[in-house]
């Protein structure tokens, strides 16, 4: 009998003002993720943008979250500074 694994939600966080997503991508059988998404949320219901994707050989989930934690801030800060939008 197979047991399914629980895997961890997505991590929701707000950076500037800036709603953030960081999704996971499991491979089978595994508690670490192998990739994860980060998406800006938007101000309506479902509304959300990929900012992108990051590949990696973690060796803990929560590697895998300061990772994306710290890239979704860098990217937001570009973002801001490109002035592609703001607050």
């Known amino acids: 009998m197979s047991l399914s694994v629980d895997r961890l939600w997505p991590v929701h966080f707000d950076y500037k003002g ?3 997503t ?4 499991w491979a089978v059988g595994s508690d670490i993720p192998t990739a994860l998404r980060i998406n ?4 309506n219901e479902g509304e959300l943008a990929r900012l992108g994707d990051i590949k990696k050989n973690w060796t ?3 590697e895998a979250v300061d ?3 710290e890239t979704a801030k860098s990217w937001v800060d570009s973002l801001e500074a490109s002035q592609v939008f703001s607050n």
């Not at 960081?22 to 991508?25: A, E, H, T, W």
């Not at 800006?40 to 101000?43: F, H, I, Q």
């Open 18 to 20: 800036t709603k953030l």
């Open 22 to 25: 960081i999704d996971f991508v």
């Open 40 to 43: 800006l949320t938007g101000a």
């Open 60 to 62: 803990s989930f929560e």
């Open 67 to 69: 990772l994306g934690e």
